[in-house]
């Protein structure tokens, strides 16, 4: 009765009424027809629209975080492997590979049409300094510890040697040669990550910090940098020099920076935008009956946690607290009634994903009354009770749906436990900061998607190394089986290591999973070229914008 009564509270927060509301639909005696005859006639104008969600911090590939930025990156820049529309890895700034038999070592040739948007061309040594700048420690890389695989990149962040040494040559402007310390099985997959990316050099030297703005970015990519209003829009155009510019079609693409997922549903319905990040789950009934053609809902490689900063009290050292915590989080009121698109309850940090099968936890298959018992104990026994009640935070990034999670959150703890929550949510840069600073952080929202299609993105991110391992988790244990994983080759030995690790760290519970994502979009039906994918990766160079006319019901325009 407790959880019923509780889902009925939810139900209210969320809708903000107990009442079942009508759904109504504008009715029109018109009907829109998109494509023209065949279905796929052009719009006479090829503007692309989206919301991206949040202002990008930066647009330096090297030093870039968050998936807003990494969406205009893919545009700006193309790595050595890219993506097709469906996910598929084909070839991108260089034409081919070959991989040696030890599979330590590839070798990439590089396109000899590839052109940077100056003009100048693509080479080998373009790679070879983009490599090198992300290992640098003075570049303030937030993911060069994914570079590990490549000979010396380990010692290099780490500051024990230069990053000249790093296993990267060119041989000849079209010739680029990676040695790996070990086979590493995703790496093809990694090289699709921003970090990777190729910089120009003459740029970035004269340039400095300001390389990245309008007029002085030089990508490689299908479009570039035209403007950049903060808080507004940035607005890319057409790549001219780009080598497969003749298969391009659109001409400017614009992302606005709308974290208000309500007002970016009415900018969507107002015809301002083609492409929303995401809905909101009280929008969702709506949508369905009458945009039905408009809403794309996909699996996603991703995972939406909590994380305790495992560095200060109370959390720190208090793996039963952490635990009574998690255990008094009913997911699936989260998934099923404050988001309600499909997402997954999770047990786990790391999602299925192609032979990886997720580890969860032992009470896992336990009823929410019985994992509430247990975390009862375990939050006594950490010396918590009703009258004497933990007071904690939760940060959060600007958000409706974040909002509404927390406060979902803050409630469960409050009914099981008797957990006095606030809730702080600040603006995406300041938050990023203050969560990696772990210095103003008791519980934050996190979430994080897969940078390749490989349990290991999820494993390493609570490695003690880790750049993004912002919950300040240290474990010997832990790191030790992360080491080994990424010394084996591909197989069923490497995932077993995997999923140790992954049943060690939950034990320790540094962090809370809550629901593996689905990625949700609304996108205009006049929008072609754009698939669902399960990385959620989507490129401007494929995308057109189909002819739309409006017809009367008696057949006339």
């Not at 090289?191 to 910090?209: D, I, K, N």
């Not at 793996?319 to 309600?340: C, E």
């Not at 994502?517 to 929008?527: E, F």
Request: aromatic letters at 10%.
């Amino acid at each position: 009765m407790r959880t019923k009564h509780l889902v009925l509270i939810l139900v209210f927060l969320v809708s903000g009424c107990g009442k079942k509301q009508e759904i109504q639909c504008l009715v029109s005696n018109a009907e829109t027809v998109v494509g023209g005859q065949t279905g796929q006639e052009l719009s006479p104008t090829q503007v692309f629209r989206k919301n991206n969600g949040t202002e990008p911090g930066t647009l330096d590939p090297h030093r870039a975080e968050g998936v807003p930025a990494s969406n205009v990156l893919r545009d700006l820049f193309e790595g050595l492997v890219m993506e097709d529309p469906s996910g598929a890895y084909i070839p991108g700034a260089a034409e081919s590979w070959s991989l040696s038999e030890d599979a330590k070592t590839y070798v990439f040739k590089m396109r000899e049409n590839g052109k940077w948007s100056n003009g100048d061309v693509v080479t080998a040594e373009d790679f070879v300094y983009g490599l090198r700048r992300s290992v640098d420690p003075a570049t303030l890389s937030n993911y060069s510890s994914m570079l590990y695989p490549i000979k010396n990149a380990r010692d290099i962040v780490l500051g024990k040697k230069s990053s000249e040494t790093l296993g990267v040559r060119a041989n000849g402007p079209t010739t680029l040669i990676i040695e790996l310390d070990e086979p590493t099985p995703y790496f093809l997959s990694l090289l699709t990550h921003s970090t990777t990316y190729a910089a120009h050099r003459p740029s970035v030297e004269e340039f400095g910090a300001r390389f990245t703005r309008p007029g002085n970015l030089v990508g490689n990519g299908a479009f570039k940098l035209e403007e950049w209003r903060v808080q507004s829009h940035i607005k890319l155009v057409r790549n001219t020099e780009y080598w497969d510019n003749k298969n391009t079609t659109l001409e400017e693409v614009y992302y606005y920076p709308l974290d208000d997922v309500n007002s970016s549903f009415k900018r969507y319905r107002a015809q301002e935008l083609d492409f929303t990040e995401t809905v909101l789950a009280e929008q969702l009934p709506w949508i369905r009956q009458c945009l039905p053609d408009d809403l794309k809902i996909s699996p996603y490689f991703g995972s939406y946690y909590y994380g305790f900063n495992n560095t200060r009290p109370p959390f720190k050292n208090k793996p039963k607290l952490r635990t009574a915590l998690s255990m008094a989080v009913d997911r699936s009121v989260i998934t099923d009634i404050i988001l309600g698109a499909g997402q997954i309850p999770a047990y786990s940090l790391v999602p299925s994903v192609k032979t990886f099968k997720a580890v969860p936890t032992n009470w896992s298959q336990w009823t929410q009354e019985q994992r509430n018992q247990e975390a009862q104990k375990l939050y006594r026994a950490s010396g918590f009770s009703k009258e004497n009640p933990l007071e904690v935070e939760i940060l959060y990034n600007t958000s409706d749906n974040h909002k509404r999670i927390a406060l979902a959150i803050a409630a469960m703890w409050k009914q099981t436990l008797g957990v006095k929550t606030t809730l702080r949510n600040q603006e995406w840069k300041v938050f990023l900061e203050t969560r990696r600073l772990k210095q103003e952080t008791q519980v934050y929202r996190a979430g994080w998607i897969g940078d390749y299609d490989d349990p290991y993105t999820f494993s390493q991110l609570l490695h003690s190394e880790n750049e993004m391992n912002h919950p300040g988790y240290s474990s010997e244990e832990y790191d030790e089986l992360i080491n080994l994983a990424a010394t084996k080759n591909a197989g069923e030995n490497r995932l077993d290591v995997l999923r140790q690790a992954e049943k060690a760290m939950l034990e320790d519970m540094p962090i809370i999973p809550i629901y593996f994502y689905v990625s949700q979009h609304l996108i205009k039906p006049r929008v072609s070229g754009l698939e669902g994918n399960v990385m959620d990766h989507h490129y401007s160079k494929y995308v057109r914008i189909l002819k739309t006319e409006t017809v009367s019901n008696n057949g006339k325009p």
